[in-house]
């Protein structure tokens, strides 16, 4: 809107694009726009000038989806003179590592400048599993417990040892969880067990399951 408050009666020169009094920058070009208050017989008339200037907005980059393990680089628009981003940060550029909104807010030299990015990640490559197939649970410090290795983001685990005649002898939902090689309190024989286990894991921006299976050797 044309700022202030003229008394009725006058009239815009040139006229506005919509309601008189508001600016329509779509429509309405920048310049100079004259508020003009004709004479009567009891008043004298005045003209009252207002500039209007325009300034596109700058926007940061549209959102996006990278793989994990990348690193997205967000830069302010060299049109802000001052900022800072939702984080705190006051850098011209911040990097990205994890999910999220990242919100910019600044000024520029009219206007008040505020945009946002949705930053999303999906995973790009299958987790590599790894499964020791020994161990020795004799507490001498070094191999004793023994459980599956599975260094990515997963949404569910299930694994489960079994002895040679199909007993359940171990079993965990999380693969930080370790084998002790004791079955019900008691040290589990030597020889050789058999595993089973299966994951879900976001996988190309969908929940997929594995599954995998082998044997562990328990000596000692």
């Known amino acids: 809107m044309l700022k202030g408050s003229p008394d009725p009666g006058g009239r815009w020169e040139p006229k506005p694009s919509i309601a008189p009094g508001y600016f329509d920058p779509s429509q309405d070009s920048a310049g100079v726009y004259a508020y003009i208050f004709s004479p009567t017989s009891e008043c004298l008339g005045d003209t009252a000038f207002v500039t209007v200037a325009l300034e596109n907005p700058p926007v940061l980059r549209s959102d996006t989806t990278l793989c994990y393990e990348k690193t997205l680089h967000i830069e302010r628009p060299a049109e802000l003179l001052s900022w800072e981003w939702s984080n705190g940060s006051q850098q011209s550029i911040i990097n990205v590592t994890e999910p999220g909104i990242y919100t910019l807010k600044g000024t520029t030299e009219h206007c008040i400048f505020e945009d946002s990015i949705e930053v999303s990640f999906i995973t790009c490559k299958v987790c590599n599993l790894f499964v020791p197939n020994v161990f020795s649970p004799n507490d001498d410090g070094n191999n004793d417990v023994w459980n599956a290795f599975l260094p990515c983001r997963w949404l569910h685990f299930r694994v489960e040892v079994y002895d040679r005649w199909g007993s359940l002898v171990f079993q965990a939902d ?19 067990y058999v595993w089973r286990l299966e994951w879900d894991a976001e996988y190309l921006g969908e929940r997929q399951r594995w599954h995998a299976k082998g044997d562990v050797t328990v000596v000692r």
Do not use: F, I, N, S
């Not at 999380?174 to 050789?192: L, N, S």
């Open 174 to 192: 999380d693969p930080d969880t370790t084998w002790d090689g004791r079955v019900r309190g008691k040290d589990a024989q030597t020889g050789v």
